[in-house]
Protein backbone atom coordinates (compact mmCIF):
# COMPACT_ATOMS: atom_id res chain seq x y z
CA UNK A 1 0.00 0.00 0.00
CA UNK A 2 0.79 3.03 -0.46
CA UNK A 3 1.71 6.01 2.19
CA UNK A 4 -0.85 8.55 2.46
CA UNK A 5 -2.20 10.50 5.75
CA UNK A 6 -5.78 9.06 5.75
CA UNK A 7 -6.71 8.60 9.16
CA UNK A 8 -8.50 5.39 8.47
CA UNK A 9 -6.64 2.87 10.10
CA UNK A 10 -4.10 1.02 7.53
CA UNK A 11 -5.80 -2.75 8.19
CA UNK A 12 -9.16 -0.91 7.35
CA UNK A 13 -7.77 0.82 4.29
CA UNK A 14 -6.86 -2.82 2.73
CA UNK A 15 -9.54 -4.40 3.65
CA UNK A 16 -12.04 -1.14 1.83
CA UNK A 17 -9.24 -1.37 -0.83
CA UNK A 18 -9.89 -5.23 -1.39
CA UNK A 19 -13.77 -4.60 -1.36
CA UNK A 20 -12.97 -1.70 -3.61
CA UNK A 21 -11.45 -3.65 -6.18
CA UNK A 22 -13.96 -6.57 -6.21
CA UNK A 23 -16.53 -4.36 -7.16
CA UNK A 24 -14.60 -2.35 -9.78
CA UNK A 25 -13.91 -5.65 -11.45
CA UNK A 26 -17.98 -5.90 -11.61
CA UNK A 27 -18.54 -2.52 -12.72
CA UNK A 28 -16.03 -2.97 -15.51
CA UNK A 29 -17.80 -5.87 -16.78
CA UNK A 30 -21.44 -4.52 -16.44
CA UNK A 31 -20.58 -1.71 -18.65
CA UNK A 32 -19.15 -4.09 -21.32
CA UNK A 33 -21.62 -6.25 -20.85
CA UNK A 34 -24.08 -3.58 -21.35
CA UNK A 35 -21.94 -2.53 -24.38
CA UNK A 36 -22.94 -5.91 -25.78
CA UNK A 37 -26.40 -5.71 -25.38
CA UNK A 38 -26.10 -2.37 -27.17
CA UNK A 39 -24.03 -3.84 -30.01
CA UNK A 40 -26.21 -5.83 -30.65
CA UNK A 41 -30.49 -5.54 -30.02
CA UNK A 42 -32.25 -6.02 -32.21
CA UNK A 43 -36.45 -6.03 -32.37
CA UNK A 44 -39.64 -3.36 -32.18
CA UNK A 45 -37.78 -1.77 -29.41
CA UNK A 46 -34.84 -1.49 -31.09
CA UNK A 47 -33.83 2.60 -30.41
CA UNK A 48 -35.21 2.41 -27.09
CA UNK A 49 -33.25 -0.01 -25.65
CA UNK A 50 -30.07 0.65 -28.01
CA UNK A 51 -30.10 4.06 -25.96
CA UNK A 52 -31.53 2.85 -22.70
CA UNK A 53 -28.15 -0.19 -22.74
CA UNK A 54 -26.10 2.76 -23.95
CA UNK A 55 -27.24 5.24 -20.61
CA UNK A 56 -26.17 2.33 -18.73
CA UNK A 57 -22.31 1.70 -19.90
CA UNK A 58 -22.14 5.55 -19.22
CA UNK A 59 -22.92 5.49 -15.96
CA UNK A 60 -21.25 2.27 -15.26
CA UNK A 61 -18.19 4.36 -16.63
CA UNK A 62 -18.59 6.73 -14.28
CA UNK A 63 -18.72 3.64 -11.24
CA UNK A 64 -15.88 2.41 -12.21
CA UNK A 65 -14.10 5.89 -11.78
CA UNK A 66 -15.57 6.31 -8.53
CA UNK A 67 -14.16 2.96 -7.35
CA UNK A 68 -10.88 3.22 -8.87
CA UNK A 69 -10.25 6.29 -7.75
CA UNK A 70 -11.54 5.96 -4.31
CA UNK A 71 -8.70 2.65 -3.83
CA UNK A 72 -5.73 5.25 -4.93
CA UNK A 73 -7.26 8.20 -2.38
CA UNK A 74 -6.92 4.86 0.31
CA UNK A 75 -3.39 4.17 -0.75
CA UNK A 76 -3.78 1.33 -3.02
CA UNK A 77 -3.72 0.49 -6.83
CA UNK A 78 -6.34 0.48 -8.67
CA UNK A 79 -7.01 -2.83 -10.55
CA UNK A 80 -8.81 -2.25 -13.51
CA UNK A 81 -6.81 -4.04 -16.75
CA UNK A 82 -9.48 -6.31 -18.67
CA UNK A 83 -7.08 -9.48 -17.71
CA UNK A 84 -7.52 -8.28 -13.77
CA UNK A 85 -11.60 -8.04 -14.39
CA UNK A 86 -11.68 -11.92 -16.53
CA UNK A 87 -10.20 -13.20 -13.60
CA UNK A 88 -11.99 -11.39 -10.71
CA UNK A 89 -15.43 -10.37 -12.17
CA UNK A 90 -18.35 -11.84 -10.25
CA UNK A 91 -20.81 -11.54 -12.42
CA UNK A 92 -22.13 -14.62 -14.95
CA UNK A 93 -20.60 -14.36 -18.63
CA UNK A 94 -23.14 -12.34 -20.99
CA UNK A 95 -24.93 -15.04 -23.20
CA UNK A 96 -23.60 -15.45 -26.49
CA UNK A 97 -26.71 -16.92 -27.92
CA UNK A 98 -28.52 -13.47 -27.01
CA UNK A 99 -29.80 -12.34 -30.05
CA UNK A 100 -34.22 -11.37 -29.54
CA UNK A 101 -34.64 -7.89 -27.50
CA UNK A 102 -35.98 -9.90 -24.50
CA UNK A 103 -32.73 -12.06 -24.50
CA UNK A 104 -30.54 -9.23 -24.12
CA UNK A 105 -33.34 -7.24 -21.82
CA UNK A 106 -33.16 -10.83 -19.25
CA UNK A 107 -29.46 -10.48 -19.31
CA UNK A 108 -28.82 -7.47 -18.41
CA UNK A 109 -31.52 -7.08 -16.16
CA UNK A 110 -30.20 -10.12 -14.30
CA UNK A 111 -26.27 -8.51 -14.78
CA UNK A 112 -27.92 -5.50 -12.82
CA UNK A 113 -29.76 -7.28 -10.62
CA UNK A 114 -26.55 -9.16 -9.22
CA UNK A 115 -24.46 -6.78 -9.43
CA UNK A 116 -26.71 -4.18 -7.04
CA UNK A 117 -26.88 -7.06 -4.34
CA UNK A 118 -22.74 -6.71 -4.32
CA UNK A 119 -22.78 -3.42 -4.13
CA UNK A 120 -25.58 -3.65 -1.45
CA UNK A 121 -23.20 -5.92 0.66
CA UNK A 122 -20.56 -3.68 0.23
CA UNK A 123 -22.03 -0.82 1.73
CA UNK A 124 -22.63 -2.48 4.83
CA UNK A 125 -19.02 -3.82 4.68
CA UNK A 126 -17.30 -0.58 4.45
CA UNK A 127 -19.51 1.20 6.68
CA UNK A 128 -18.15 -1.72 9.09
CA UNK A 129 -14.67 -0.85 8.62
CA UNK A 130 -15.05 2.55 9.13
CA UNK A 131 -15.37 3.70 6.04
CA UNK A 132 -18.13 5.75 5.23
CA UNK A 133 -16.73 7.37 2.26
CA UNK A 134 -16.92 4.62 0.35
CA UNK A 135 -19.82 3.22 1.66
CA UNK A 136 -21.29 6.47 0.81
CA UNK A 137 -20.07 5.76 -3.20
CA UNK A 138 -21.42 2.18 -2.81
CA UNK A 139 -25.05 3.97 -1.36
CA UNK A 140 -25.17 6.25 -4.70
CA UNK A 141 -24.25 3.30 -6.75
CA UNK A 142 -26.65 1.57 -5.80
CA UNK A 143 -29.08 3.96 -6.37
CA UNK A 144 -28.49 4.31 -10.04
CA UNK A 145 -27.90 0.57 -10.55
CA UNK A 146 -31.75 0.15 -9.10
CA UNK A 147 -32.68 2.92 -11.60
CA UNK A 148 -31.46 1.04 -14.46
CA UNK A 149 -33.13 -2.58 -13.25
CA UNK A 150 -36.00 -0.92 -12.83
CA UNK A 151 -35.49 0.94 -16.60
CA UNK A 152 -34.11 -2.61 -17.94
CA UNK A 153 -36.99 -4.56 -16.13
CA UNK A 154 -40.07 -2.58 -17.38
CA UNK A 155 -39.51 -3.90 -20.73
CA UNK A 156 -39.81 -7.57 -19.31
CA UNK A 157 -43.73 -6.37 -18.81
Given at each position: ?5 N ?5 A ?10 R????F??M?Q ?5 W ?12 L ?15 A???V ?41 A ?20 A ?8 G??KW?W??E???A
Amino acid sequence: MNQTKNDIPAPAREAVIKILNARLADSFDLMHQAKQAHWNVKGESFIALHKLFDEIVDDAEEYTDLLAERVVQLGGVAEGTVHQVAQRTQLKEYPHEAHRQHDHVEALSSALAAYGKSVRKAIDETDELGDRDSADIFTEISRGTDKWLWFVEAHLA
